[in-house]
T-cell receptor, first 114, second 112 residues
Framework: NAGVTQTPKFRVLKTGQSMTLLCAQDMNHEYMYWYRQDPGMGLRLIHYSVGEGTTAKGEVPDGYNVSRLKKQNFLLGLESAAPSQTSVYFCASSYGDRGGTEAFFGQGTRLTVV | KQEVTQIPAALSVPEGENLVLNCSFTDSAIYNLQWFRQDPGKGLTSLLL?????REQTNGRLNASLDKSSGRSTLYIAASQPGDSATYLCALGGGGADGLTFGKGTHLIIQP
């Protein structure tokens, strides 16, 4: 059981370049999330999805887009990367968003924008 | 807006000690509280999940408690080992926020 898998694990981008981060989960979870982790800031929610074909903005959505075309996949896109987007990105999934619904996280993608 | 504070920010103790990590939050209308462990350069590993109706959960040497009325949770680690060295994160579901709201973590070092 792979759980939550993120690709790639590391990436260096030049300012203005674009890229897509892929998150895949094999637990049949409805909810999927993208967070970023920055020193001194903790983890902050970028976007999330409550089911296939749905997306919603989190706390820090600017500069990012997401898509959930298949239930098991949640894509995070950067259209024009900026140095401020240098961060570690984590994907998570859960069955629901309340009660006894445990969240499971991927191993992270370390992105550097130069 | 839900705010989560973890104290202390860093802790270094000798092996074998029992220790307590603290997490406080401002909005008690939460669905659940989850404690995670994060090793350097790695992802988050879920340790314990406490539902809003529960008071505590245990997982081996770990015990987490939840007091919604006072806005506090504690993670108790018994008989600490060097392998327990990591950053411990407290995260809350609900409280007026989408997804999980995280504290900034406690960086724990267990000295051999």
């Amino acid at each position: 059981n792979a759980g939550v898998t993120q690709t790639p694990k590391f990436r260096v981008l030049k300012t203005g370049q674009s890229m897509t981060l892929l998150c895949a989960q094999d637990m049949n979870h409805e909810y999927m999330y993208w967070y970023r982790q920055d020193p001194g800031m903790g983890l902050r929610l970028i976007h999330y999805s409550v089911g296939e074909g749905t997306t919603a903005k989190g706390e820090v959505p600017d500069g990012y887009n997401v898509s959930r075309l298949k239930k098991q996949n949640f894509l995070l896109g950067l259209e024009s990367a900026a140095p401020s987007q240098t961060s570690v990105y984590f994907c998570a999934s859960s069955y629901g968003d309340r009660g006894g619904t445990e969240a499971f996280f991927g191993q992270g993608t370390r992105l550097t924008v130069v | 807006k839900q705010e989560v504070t973890q104290i202390p920010a860093a802790l270094s103790v000798p092996e074998g000690e029992n220790l307590v990590l603290n997490c406080s939050f401002t909005d008690s209308a939460i669905y659940n509280l989850q404690w995670f462990r994060q090793d350097p350069g790695k992802g988050l590993t879920s340790l314990l999940l406490i539902q809003s109706s529960q008071r505590e959960q245990t997982n081996g040497r770990l015990n987490a408690s939840l007091d919604k009325s006072s806005g506090r949770s504690t993670l108790y680690i018994a008989a600490s080992q060097p392998g327990d060295s990591a950053t411990y994160l407290c995260a809350l579901g609900g409280g007026g926020a989408d997804g999980l709201t995280f504290g900034k973590g406690t960086h724990l070092i267990i000295q051999p």
